[in-house]
């Protein structure tokens, strides 16, 4: 899957007691995960993105994974 990000993109993921999620981006994070999400409904099933504080979120960000079912 070919990953794009808008420059200046910012997201954070945070989880709370409760087990809600709540995704926090700038509008280029929110373009960019719009548009991963839109290139992962044209890949196989079983198809997933792993995102975390090494790997594009805000340090301090609880990691997220997003995947294809069928």
Avoid: P, R
Avoid at 45 to 54: L, N, Q, R, T, V
């Amino acid at each position: 899957m070919d990953i794009k990000w808008v420059d200046g993109f910012t997201i954070k993921v945070s989880v709370d007691d409760n087990k809600t999620v709540l995704i926090s981006a700038n509008k280029e994070g929110l373009l960019s995960l719009a548009a991963q999400l839109n290139a992962m409904a044209d890949e196989n099933i079983g198809s997933h993105c792993h995102y975390d504080e090494y790997n594009s979120l805000e340090e301090g960000s609880s990691e997220l994974i997003i995947e294809k079912i069928g």
